[in-house]
């Protein structure tokens, strides 16, 4: 089993910033790509970014890329992600997600956050 603790949440104006972050225990961290979903009221679970057990590689969804970075400390089992240039189209409750390997679809993950809530005003 792998435990996973979103934070870093909250109000942010449009053009903000905003981290956040998930803490890992249980499992070996280093063993699971690592990836971060959102969830607009109503809607699917969509991608956001993900990267591979070592951080080398990273994937991002077009919406977000050039704003959004990915990258994980596996010292302190912690993966983040620096959202930028924020818009109030980014609001959503946003989940961190463990999977073997990299992947895109939600189906590839194992394990999942509780989520936070990100709320970007215009």
């Known amino acids: 089993q792998v435990q996973l603790v979103e934070s870093g949440g909250g109000l942010v104006q449009a053009g903000g910033s905003l981290r956040l972050s998930c803490a890992a225990s249980?499992?070996?961290?280093?063993?699971?790509?690592m990836g971060w979903f959102r969830q607009f009221p109503g809607k699917e679970r969509d991608f956001v970014a993900a990267?591979?057990?070592?951080?080398?590689?990273?994937n991002y969804a077009d919406s977000v890329k050039g704003r959004f970075t990915i990258s994980r400390d596996n010292a302190v089992n912690t993966v983040y992600l620096q959202m930028n240039s924020l818009k109030p189209e980014d609001t959503a409750v946003y989940y961190c997600a463990a999977a073997p390997s990299l992947h895109t679809e939600t189906l590839g993950y194992d394990y999942w956050g509780q989520g936070t809530q990100v709320t970007v005003s215009s």
């Open positions: 990267i591979s057990r070592g951080g080398a590689f990273t």
């Open positions: 249980g499992r070996t961290f280093s063993n699971y790509a």
